[in-house]
């Protein structure tokens, strides 16, 4: 009874701080730490101790697996050397710089120990961040680099806090533990990818939507533990699943199913999230008084944890630098590589009208020069410059990651409990001065957001296609229903009067006898688009915030069809 009590006050303490957060503008795992702290400090609050393994184990992977399922594949795929430099190289430099401090500052606590506090401060925790940068209109681009960062970083941490922890008791080389890291990588990066495939699968022959999001959630776990028994990153494994099965998902998985997952994992990881961050606020008390037990004075502790804290905000802000001069780089390069691209696409299309390629040839060509194109016009106009690089270089919070891996440091690690409250202060410190100031960040640099003109010029255009090809689907003369039952020239004039206006509205259709075949044929037409978009988002010609709003009114529009058939 005890337990469920608490479970009950602690879901609606969540909610309160959450519809109170939005209320003041405050994102609000913010507000969740600030809750939970001074609820640990009230009297008769009991000490919390959170297992680390339930954190790491229980709470990182399905929080993981929600981000990275809505993350787009290409867009992840043309920004990941910002990513990969921001949650690799970054996340290196950081621990070797915190090591160094670390062990200036706490003498006898040895390298290899300073080096495991190090990674653990290293990772960035994005939530804060994107969710004011959505709110204040953060580009896409922008965000979309947090979240992949933020998705990254903590296998890369996790991995060398493992590498210096294995120093700490037998005599490792900065080779070995490279090639520790290539493999946690590599093996994580191929089992997330067999998973994530996998799973499509399977759940494309479940006609349930039940049974599809059960399976969901056991997903996370299900690539998790296979790459944690193999020495691999499970979190990485996690990742990669998620990419795989976001991407894959709209080729298998019927829109029904989707659109269910979708909400029920909104509300998971809204209650993993928050939960988090108050059970985060929550330790400060019992690790303060762990503290207090020996070693070095919490005033001390507390001072060191403050410098590694500026000294984390200070290596981003450095780093950030060359990376936003490398973009524009890269936007310039695509500038000047434009007229060489339309040269062999030209070349190409002559090849194709003189019959000189193959069929396969001429589809991979084309869609190989296409996504060419794309990619480049991508690096031009949503290159975000300086404005936009201070904004990254602020967005670098800590968060309860930092706090649950401080608490695997093992029993006999010297300054345990200071180390432990060094990782809470570094991660109370930037999820707090950076968290609360970031609004005030990005309105001052008044970063440009997208352009919703553009939007909905690529937008109208997208649709446009897409009714381009359900028309020439609903015009072919062998278009028949599953019986072989030619449909009826009244529901195909319907169907060519709502594509020519974009109104889909099935229940309503009022044709006495014939509403069998206006559903058949409603699914025929969204089946012909939903391929259309999935070629559009293969040859990436549209932003992938645009295809993720067609995709959603098909998948809309599909799951309505689909119940209405389920109910009849």
Do not use: C
């Not at 710089?97 to 120990?113: E, Q, S, T």
């Not at 310039?332 to 190409?348: I, N």
């Amino acid at each position: 009874m005890e337990l469920t009590l608490v479970a009950v006050a602690g879901i609606v303490s969540i909610v309160v701080v959450a519809a109170f957060s939005r209320q003041i503008g405050v994102a609000a795992p913010l507000s969740q730490v600030v809750v939970g702290t001074a609820l640990g400090f009230l009297p008769g609050v009991p000490h919390v101790v959170i297992e680390p393994e339930l954190v790491l184990a229980g709470v990182l992977p399905p929080l993981l697996y929600a981000a990275a399922v809505r993350m787009p594949a290409h867009d992840f795929r043309r920004d990941f050397k910002s990513i990969a430099g921001l949650a690799v190289v970054l996340v290196v430099l950081t621990t070797v710089g915190a090591g160094f401090l670390f062990n200036a500052m706490l003498p006898g606590l040895g390298l290899a120990y300073a080096f495991a506090l190090g990674a653990i401060i290293s990772p960035t925790d994005a939530v804060a961040a994107t969710s004011v940068g959505r709110r204040l209109g953060l580009p896409s681009r922008l965000l979309t680099i947090l979240e992949g960062e933020g998705l990254v970083n903590d296998a890369s941490s996790l991995v060398l806090l493992g590498s210096a922890i294995s120093a700490t008791t037998a005599a490792v080389s900065f080779w070995a533990i490279g090639l520790d890291f290539l493999y946690a990588v590599a093996a994580a990066t191929v089992v997330g990818i067999l998973i994530g495939q996998l799973n499509v699968r399977v759940r494309a022959g479940l006609k349930d939507s039940v049974l599809n999001t059960a399976i969901s959630f056991v997903l996370p776990f299900v690539a998790y533990i296979p790459a944690e028994a193999i020495h691999a990153s499970g979190v990485l494994a996690v990742v990669v699943t998620g990419v795989v099965t976001g991407h894959q998902s709209p080729r298998y998985v019927r829109a029904a199913d989707r659109v269910t997952e979708a909400i029920n994992w909104s509300t998971v990881s809204f209650l993993l999230e928050s939960g988090l961050f108050l059970l985060m606020g929550l330790q400060l008390k019992t690790v303060l008084d762990g503290a207090h037990a020996s070693g070095p004075s919490v005033a001390t502790t507390i001072g060191i944890g403050l410098l590694a804290a500026l000294l984390a905000i200070a290596a981003r802000m450095l780093y950030v630098v060359p990376l936003v001069a490398s973009q524009r780089r890269d936007a310039s390069r695509a500038e000047a590589a434009r007229p060489r691209v339309e040269a062999v696409q030209a070349r190409l299309d002559e090849m194709i009208q003189n019959d000189e390629l193959s069929e396969g040839q001429k589809r991979r060509f084309t869609v190989r020069f296409t996504q060419r194109k794309s990619d480049l016009r991508f690096k031009v106009a949503e290159s975000f410059g300086w404005r936009g690089g201070v904004v990254l270089a602020w967005s670098g919070m800590r968060g309860a990651v930092t706090v649950a891996a401080a608490q695997t440091l093992p029993s006999g690690t010297p300054y345990r409990p200071q180390l432990q409250l060094i990782a809470f202060v570094v991660a109370i410190t930037t999820l707090l001065l950076q968290g609360l100031t970031l609004p005030w960040v990005i309105r001052t640099t008044k970063v440009p957001g997208d352009d919703p003109a553009a939007d909905r010029a690529e937008f109208g255009d997208l649709l446009t296609r897409l009714s381009s090809a359900a028309l020439e689907h609903v015009d072919d003369p062998d278009l028949r229903m599953p019986d072989g039952t030619a449909y009826s020239p009244e529901i195909l004039d319907r169907a060519r009067e709502e594509l020519s206006v974009r109104q889909t509205r099935p229940a309503a259709a009022n044709l006495v006898g014939l509403r069998e075949q206006y559903v058949q044929l409603r699914t025929e037409i969204l089946r012909a688009e939903r391929q259309e978009l999935l070629e559009a988002r293969t040859l990436g010609a549209y932003s992938s915030r645009v295809l993720n709003r067609a995709q959603e009114a098909i998948d809309t529009e599909e799951a309505r069809v689909t119940r209405f058939v389920e109910e009849n």
